[in-house]
Structure formats: structure tokens, C-alpha cells
């Protein structure tokens, strides 16, 4: 199949590749808007792809030994969505829906479609995941299925990119080949390499993957280049392909200004004459090899570390403490970290499991794209570095929560409580970024034997689940038996004289407890919660509160006062008719620099001292 | 000076090198915590940087002419300070203050100290920030100083790195240097490429850099890597040092389990015996040459764009204009773009200005860090892309607001109301993760006039300031006499009949009219507001409404629910005594797909029909 070719192959290659243009010209047309042309510079190379190398069985996307095939130039939808066409998958019918409201074709490929893997369309993200998918291919389903990614040429300047071909040659990845479809134009213009394949493919091999250079339009060299990178060992391939877009009208070729232009029906009728099209054929995709999952220790039942009341102890510790037990008691349990495990205490799963356990190194878009594309295979992915360095992989966060991917997110060194390392290293917004993830999870435990319950309850949750841990060693002050979930919260200080509520989480409810009993000594007697669900937050268990106390609530937060735990109680008293109770809220008010936890906690406004004062302001008033 | 010593010279460098590892191990023993050893693998490399190749006035901090020194390895910090105090800009007794409560030396450098451009301690930024000084040094001061990057090798994972390598060949950067101190430990063991110094440079080489391999404790070599990197032309230069971590005292070189970790007394004790210290030599360090700043064109009158009424407009394209308005009066204004500037409109700047337009193609991390490099050169940067991809640097933006930058930023495509796209193209948790930056400003307008107005507003603002655009064209409903500010609101319908308020803001405020327009005909009167000043909000607008119609507000947003418009309102709110008013809150409630404008929005649950909807409820209870 490789190196041979017969007449009949060509033509067939040629009628596969011009029905996906035909169709990537209709469907868009029909549409009124997409990108036709960046579909057409990669026809033939999807074509031979499609008709020689692809083992995919469209009937059933989960089998175990498909291939993965990753549009990370998202916008070269129309092309993927012919494929499926072409492939039988789907029908000409749908493919003419593409773009228009409640149709699974959107502009941008989604797993909508039970063929697309993940979402693509912020550029600079198929890659990284493939190199998820890819870990999970080798090392974990030990399977010998590819992963095929189609790449812009613009999307090369995106760093993440090369996060991925760094983690490609240290993993030795050499289940996964990019195809780079060089066709010389961004949306704007010429990209910055524009046909210079010889930059990309030094780039490649500077970063110690197989390059080769070929023209993306002459199928003898697209068939051997992807002959030769499916036989290639130990190091992945880039296939740089110099290609045209538009190829294959005359008036759109290397064209500028039809970058994601949809041609009208005068427009399209002059290409259908150039294209002598073949419209309606199917080409069958071979299947794979019924190739076995590699065997896997059996589940066993989880044994929760337990923390003893008289020690405190970090949650960052818990958590680490936490995934061990999960590893041991469920073989899909995955985790991955950015070059600080010995922070996050992941580094503890490292040592237990290393063949389940992915180092990222300091790459954190990498970090996120990887527990996607463990999410691709079924794995429950733990991916922690610092919290503030999440911030690098917000749009990988953003996009998992569109690819309806299943991960779990572990930020450590929360807040001005880390104390002297200063405000680089303090996660200040990360709950708010959080929060503004379409079905994310939010949670912020306090204390060991509470983090240990929610990192297990983390295992069994979907979508995109963070958890925010704390640098210090603060109190035990749950037992193991306690129980805490999703959604949950706990009361710690309730009467019936209660006057006002105080809600805190993490290590603010620490600084609520001194000011508890302070304020008791003082005879004010507040209601104490941990919200330790910031999302979704125990909506029952505040509007009692509300009720019962004073109508009157005090938040009190590490984090900027945008977007974070006060916020979110204010979102659930706007979901209620009537006036919303008095709320005051306490959160980090400078730019903090280095100090002692409790300097540091203290010149935010957000100590015990603080949190007294603000009670007593609160309960004075309307007396 | 390049290519030869003397005895005394060497050991000159040698007593420097020895000095700046000596007060890294005491500033740190002294705050009991800090990086002491990736300090002193670094200390040959800056002592010799310092004494012969750094030109820098540390008597005036802004003299344009100096010399930048970037430690992209913020954690080496105790180095950076210790190298203050040998050129005599502060005390040992200030150095000392190391990581204490109300030091300028905090744990990662940051600009509270006048000779640091930018903060630093999150890894991956220092030289892409670098690439937008030496833009500014290269294009527009042109003046010969340098920019002088000293990396660690755990940050070359990070793709923001890459970035700046790209960027850093396109615009032949000669006048960047990048000096990457290879110790092989990172923070838990081994980095990924370990003392493979020859990887990194078929990296840098494969991005077309000149490369230098040395040993980093050799000064022959690092004096003749200086030598000709500042003589190299046309593209920037990457010195790879091999060095040992703790170099110079026998424990501390080499060893695990030594990062981040100050030694203690005894341990100080001992290495003092081996480094023979000199600790309180003063190491003059060369001024620049008072090279003039080249001359620009004179500031002129603003002449905004005005817009007619009987035209609608695209706030994106006011935008455009706006910016070649101000590119026109205010030759400071610089501007850049992610490759869309077609959808932006950034490119009208970039015809009308092309000296001042800096393209950063497809990679979000490098266009902030440019703007964040064009403010330490004091320029008025504009960057613009995607709103959904500025997440993609919201490290960077965080980071900015530590660095007290003052830098723009213009996000287009927002919302749903982007229509066929789909959601990887929409921005729906902009404005929670721009709010949730300290001390930034988060504008929306909804039409051209106002856009305009807030546009220049923007350049006279300091700090992160953030303004989201629609892709729609949208109707003109202000003058261009209106006037809008930072700060400001703007009331378009009220009486004294109101029974409740809308407050809208961009896309929703012109269904917010419509709703207005409806139940004005049923007999149901409202305060409309426009909230184009999302943060800071005009509290003294929105406290009036409250009161005077019947304290009952809706909110309305092209944005998920958590941390966008409705939460804003609620925290004006909830900064006062009393209950707080009912608020309801429409936002976006479920993943949306492709679709026209008006179909996402009625399904989002953002239409004007749900806004009449919604008030209808809120004023129909209590009544």
C-alpha cells in the first residue's frame, strides 16, 4: 500500500478528494458563511488519509482500537464534516444543516458529533491534546491506534504547539503525526512563514521529530510521507505539506480575501464546473484490528487516609494523600502534574503509580490538553500545578468544558495565605475563573479529612471539576467521619440567637472560628458555614441561614472581590423573589507582597480581626 | 574588552561572582526561606554581565538609554538583589529585609523596586515581555540598549517561550539576548533535558537564533558569549550555560533536594568558609551613552469618528477608527494584534500607522507580553484579538497588573450574539476574568459614539483596561456629543412610574430597548440603564434606581451567569448598609451552538422577549 501506486488509486484519491471540496463548497454556501478554502488545501492530503491510513469503525466511535483524527485547524469543519460524509456517517442531507441552529455540524467541530473527540477552534489546542490521547494510547490502552492531527500553518505560532512537540519527543510519541497544511494564508493575509516548509521543519526537528516536507497536493508523496511516518519509532512525525488554498478553483487559489468567505451560488456554480464533481459516493474507512486493552489491576474498594484531630495538616497534603488511595482502588485514576508535584504533593501518586502518572513539566496549557486527552480515553485524569498557574491554561479550561470533557483540576498555594513567595505565586482569581466554566464544579476544602472525602468525590463527578488547596497546615477539624459532597456545606456554629451568618471556606473559615469564639466572648453570636461547594453551593442550607440570622451574611474570602465565594452567595440569594438579605463582604483589597501567612492574611482584611469587626458593624447596624 | 583578560580582571569577576553567592545564601538564611542555589548557578554569568557588558544608570532608573535586565527566573531573585547591592542601589541592611513584610525585596522581583521593569515568579514570561521591549527599543525608541534575559531551564517547557523565540527572529531582534541558566535541577529533580545543552540549542538554532553553548563558569567563555551576542546582527542570540546548581559550595552543588531552600545558620556558616567571602564591595557598573530617544511626530487635537444615527455600526469598527484617530494625536499610541486584525479592526491602525502596529500572529501570551514590554518603554499599547483568547493569556494579564503595567486590551466576538461560529469563538467569561484582575477596568459599550469615547478614554487610563466589542453591527443610539466615562452609566429611560430596572450592557442593551419598548405598551414602565462601565460601576446611578423604582433590578448579559454584569451590580450592592434590592439575573444558561444572533439569544434566555418576561415576574411579585 505504501510506496506503490496504481492508476485506479489516483482516481480514486482524486474523486475522494474533489467530492470533499464539492461538498465543503455546498455545504458552506448553503450555510452563507465557514471556510471553504482552508477545507480545500487539505482535500488530498484527507483524502489519502481517509482511503489508506485511517482505521476507524464509524459505527461504533468508542471502540478502543479507532484512530483519533484531531481537526486542531477547527475551522476546516466543512472538510471533516465531508469526510463523515463521504465515510457514510452522515447524510448529504445534514451535511447541508452545517452552521444553522440546532445542528450538530457547528462552525467549529464539537463531540456533538459522537466522531469528534474534542472541540476545536481556538487554534493551538489539537495538538497538545493529541499528545494526551497519545499517552493514553502507548503507555496506558497499549494499543496501536494513531492519532492523526490536521494543523494549520497559522496555528504553528501558538506556544502550545510547541509544548506539544516537546512532550511528543520526551514521551516518544510515536503514535502521532501532525499534518500541517501549509497553505501559506492566515485569515489576514500571509502568515509569518508563509511556504518557508524549511522554517517549520527545522523547528520540528530542533524539537527532535521526524519532519517531512512534501507537496500536499501530489498524492505519491502525501501516501509515502504518511507510510513513513506510520512506520516511524520512538519519536513522533510532522508532515509539513505545501499546499494552496482553494486548490482546485481557479479564481479561489491562493486567493486573498476568501479566508472564511462562503461563496455564493454564482460562485459556486463556476467552481461545480471546475470540480466536475462526484457527489454522492461513499468510500468505506477500513476498521481497526481488534487489538485488546491492555489489562488492568481490578478496582478495589477506596480506604481514605484519615487525620487525626490533634495534628493539622495541609490539604495540599490530603489531596496528595488522597490520589494514592484512589489509585489504588481504581486503575483509570490518572494523574499528571507540571513540575511541582512536591508542592501539590502529587508527587506521592508519582511514586505509587509511575506508570500512571504523566510529569508535564512547567507546561500548563500541556497539563490541561493532557487530562483532555486522557479524557478522550476513558481516564480519570488529576491535573494540579499551583492554582495562580492555571491562569496559563485558561483556554485549554475553557475549551475542555466545550469538548464535554471529564477532568480534574487540583490548584495548590491558594490566596495571600502562601505568604512570603509574593503575589505571582498566589492564586487570587482562579475561583472566579473557575466559576465562569459552563458545568465546572468549584470546591475549597479546609481540612484534611474534608479534602480527602471531596478528592474522592472528585473521582466519580463529571465536567470540569477544581478543587483549590492551601499551602499551609491549618487545623483538623473534621473527623474522618464526617461527610462532606458536592454541593454540600457545613454548618459549625448555629443557635437560635444567631444575629448573623458568616460563611468562609478554605483557610477563612480558620480566621471565622478565632472570630467565633471572640465574638461569642463579646456576646454576639453569629452562625459560622463552610461553603466549601463554592459551586454549586448549598443554596438550602444559606437561604435558612438568611432566615434564621439576622438576614444579615458576611463572606469572607483569599481571593480578589471579583467573581469568587462572595459572589457566588450573592447568586444564590438573586435566585429567590424579595429583597436579597444585607451582605458584606470581606476579600483581598491590595496588591499584596511578601510576608508571614497571618501579616499577609491580616493586611488583606481578611483575618479573624477583621472578620470580628465587620460582624460587629454588621449586627450594630438596624439596632 | 570581548575577547581578552587579565589576571586582575578574572579576579574581579571572581570576587563579584563570590560576593552575589555569599549575600544570596545570607538574605535568604536571614528570611529562612528563598533560592538560594539557583542564585549562585547564575552568579558568573551576572558577574560578569555586570562589570563589563550591562550598561545601566542606577541613579536614574528611566534614563531611556539604559540596558534591561530581565530575570525571566524570578525565583533567583536573591541574585538580582544581591547584584543591586553590589552596584550600590541599596544597602546590605535593605538586603537583609529579603521576603519580610513591607520589603521592596519580595519573593520574586516586582517593580515596587525602580530598577525592575516587571514582575516576574511566574516562569515563560520574562522573555516574551523582553520581545516587547526590544521592539520598542529596535522600532520606535531606536536606541542601541539591550535587553538582557536571564531563563532557567524548567521555563523552556513553557510555549510562551517559543512564542517569543518566533516573534523574536521575525522582527530580528538582535538587541534581545537571552542567557539560559542550565543547571539541570528543577524544583522536584531533573528538568526534562537535563545538562543536554546541545537540545536547547538545536531549538533555538531550529527558530533561527544564534545559539551559544558555553560553560557558565568558565568567564573566558561567558565573556566571549557576551562579546558576540551584543556584535551578532539581524537575529536575537540564546547563550545556553551549563551550570551547577549551588555552585561553589560543596553541599549545595549539584544536590537534590535543595531548591527553594535557605540554608540555616550552621549551614550559612559553613559555606561562608568556603566561598571566602568579600561581602560589601561596591562593583560600578557602566552607565549607557546619552543616546538621544529618536524624534516623533508632534501630539496633535483628537478628532474622534462620529456616527450617524440613521446608521448602525459595529463597536468593533468604531473601535478601528477610533484607534487611527489616536494613532493621529497621540504618537505614543502603538498597537498589535493576533492575527485578526481583519475582524478587530486593528488594521486600520495598522494602514494608517504601519511603524507603530506590531503583528503577533496566532499566539495570545506574546501579544500581551508586547504590550506589557511596549508600557516599560512607557508607549500607549493597544492588543487586540478573540475576547474568547485573551484567555489564553490570562497569566500574562494577571501577571501585568503585579508588573503595574498600563497596558490595553480589546476583545471582539463577544457573547453568543457572534452567531454561526459556535462556542470556541465566543466569549462568555471575559469579563469574570477581567474583573477579577487587581485594579483593572472593564468597559462595554453597545454603540459606535460610545465606543469612541471610551476608546480614547482608554489611553489615558492606566492599569489593565479591558473593552469588549460585538461582532454585530449594532443600531446607533448615541450622539456624538454624549459623553461617556470611566465610571459613568448612562439612564435611557426613566420616570417616576418605574416599578423596576433593566441594567444591560453591549449587545443586550439594544434588547433591553426593545424589551422597554414592549412593556411600555402593556402599561409596565422601567429604568433602563446602560452599565457601559462594568468595573468600576457607577454605584450612585445604580443606588437611585434602586430606590426610586422599587428596588428591583434585572440584569442582563451576553455572558455566562457567574462573574460578569450581575455579579458587578450586586457587589455595589452589597457595599452598603440594609437589605439589598431583589435582583434577578439573565446570562447565558446553556452551551450554545451555531446559529444566527437572534436565535442564540432567545435561546440563551437573553432576548428582549425573556427580558419582558422577566420583568413582568419581578414587578408582578409584591404586588
Known amino acids: 500500500m505504501a510506496t506503490t501506486k496504481t492508476e485506479s488509486q489516483v482516481q480514486q484519491w482524486t474523486n475522494l478528494a474533489q467530492q470533499l471540496r464539492v461538498d465543503s463548497i455546498r455545504c458552506t454556501t448553503a450555510a452563507g458563511s465557514g471556510h471553504p478554502t482552508s477545507s480545500m488545501s487539505a482535500a488530498d492530503l484527507m483524502s489519502v488519509l481517509m482511503m489508506n491510513y485511517l482505521k476507524y469503525d464509524f459505527s461504533n466511535p468508542q471502540n478502543p482500537n479507532n484512530d483519533h483524527l484531531i481537526f486542531s485547524k477547527g475551522h476546516a469543519s466543512p472538510l471533516l464534516y465531508s469526510m463523515y460524509k463521504a465515510a457514510g456517517a452522515i447524510t448529504d442531507e445534514e451535511l447541508m444543516t452545517l452552521r444553522k441552529f440546532g445542528s450538530r455540524l457547528q462552525g467549529h467541530p464539537t463531540p456533538v458529533l459522537p466522531w469528534v473527540d474534542v472541540a476545536t477552534g481556538s487554534l493551538g489546542q489539537g495538538l497538545p491534546i493529541g499528545v494526551g490521547v497519545a499517552l493514553a494510547g502507548k503507555y496506558l490502552d497499549k494499543l496501536p491506534y494513531h492519532i492523526w492531527v490536521l494543523l494549520g500553518d497559522s496555528e504553528m505560532a501558538e506556544g502550545s504547539i510547541w509544548e506539544a512537540f516537546d512532550h511528543g519527543l520526551h514521551y516518544k510519541l510515536d503514535n502521532l503525526i501532525g499534518i500541517l497544511d501549509c497553505n501559506r494564508l492566515g485569515q489576514r493575509g500571509e502568515t509569518e512563514l508563509g511556504w518557508n516548509i524549511d522554517a517549520y521543519a527545522a523547528r520540528a526537528k530542533g524539537f527532535g521529530w521526524n519532519a517531512i516536507e512534501i507537496d500536499g497536493h501530489n498524492y505519491d508523496e502525501i501516501n509515502n510521507a504518511y507510510a513513513q511516518a506510520a512506520q516511524t519509532q520512538g519519536v513522533p512525525t510532522l508532515i509539513i505539506a505545501k499546499t494552496i488554498k482553494g486548490k482546485g478553483v481557479s479564481f479561489l487559489e491562493n486567493a486573498s480575501g476568501w479566508h472564511g468567505k462562503s461563496l455564493n451560488k454564482d460562485q459556486e456554480a463556476q467552481a461545480m464546473k471546475e470540480l466536475n464533481p462526484v457527489r454522492s459516493q461513499t468510500f468505506p474507512v477500513q476498521k481497526p484490528a481488534a487489538g485488546q486493552l491492555s489489562p488492568k489491576a481490578p478496582k478495589k474498594a477506596l480506604a481514605l487516609p484519615k487525620y487525626d484531630a490533634k495534628n ?74 499551583f492554582a495562580a498557574f492555571f491562569t496559563r491554561a485558561y483556554d485549554f479550561i475553557r475549551m475542555a468544558s466545550v469538548s464535554q470533557a471529564n477532568i480534574r483540576l487540583v490548584g495548590s498555594h491558594a490566596g495571600v495565605s502562601i505568604g512570603q513567595d509574593g503575589p ?81 471556606v478554605g483557610i477563612t473559615l480558620h480566621e471565622a472560628l478565632k ?25 438550602e442550607t444559606l437561604l435558612a441561614a438568611a432566615q434564621e440570622a439576622g438576614n444579615k451574611i458576611l463572606t469572607v474570602e483569599d481571593h480578589w472581590p471579583e467573581g469568587g465565594l462572595g459572589e457566588a452567595v450573592m447568586e444564590v440569594f438573586s435566585q429567590r423573589d424579595g429583597l436579597m438579605p444585607e451582605i458584606v463582604k470581606l476579600a483581598v483589597q491590595g496588591m499584596p507582597g511578601s510576608g508571614t501567612p497571618d501579616e499577609l492574611l491580616e493586611e488583606a482584611g481578611i483575618s479573624a480581626h477583621h472578620i470580628m469587626q465587620a460582624v460587629k458593624a454588621l449586627v450594630k447596624h438596624n439596632q
Open 312 to 385: 493539622g495538616a495541609a490539604t495540599r497534603k490530603a489531596y496528595g494523600d488522597t490520589l494514592v488511595a484512589l489509585g489504588a482502588a481504581n486503575p483509570d485514576v490518572v494523574a499528571m502534574d507540571g513540575e511541582v508535584s512536591n508542592s501539590t504533593h502529587a508527587d506521592e501518586f508519582a511514586k505509587a503509580y509511575p506508570d500512571r502518572y504523566f510529569e508535564q513539566y512547567i507546561a500548563e496549557q500541556q497539563l490541561v490538553a493532557a487530562a483532555v486527552g486522557m479524557s478522550v480515553r476513558h481516564k480519570i485524569p488529576f491535573a494540579s500545578t
Open 424 to 504: 505571582s505565586q498566589m492564586a487570587l482569581e482562579d475561583l472566579a475563573m473557575m466559576r465562569a466554566v459552563y458545568g465546572s464544579t468549584v470546591l475549597y476544602p479546609c481540612d484534611p479529612n474534608q479534602t480527602a472525602q471531596l478528592t474522592a468525590a472528585m473521582a466519580e463527578h463529571d465536567g470540569i471539576v477544581y478543587m483549590r488547596t492551601t499551602r499551609e497546615k491549618t487545623p483538623t477539624i473534621y473527623s474522618s467521619d464526617d461527610q462532606f459532597a458536592v454541593g454540600g456545606s457545613k454548618v459549625l456554629h448555629q443557635s437560635e440567637k444567631d444575629q448573623a451568618t458568616i460563611v468562609a
Open 515 to 539: 472570630a467565633y469564639d471572640q465574638l461569642q466572648s463579646e456576646g454576639i453570636t453569629v452562625r459560622v458555614i463552610d461553603a466549601y461547594s463554592v459551586k454549586p453551593m448549598d443554596e
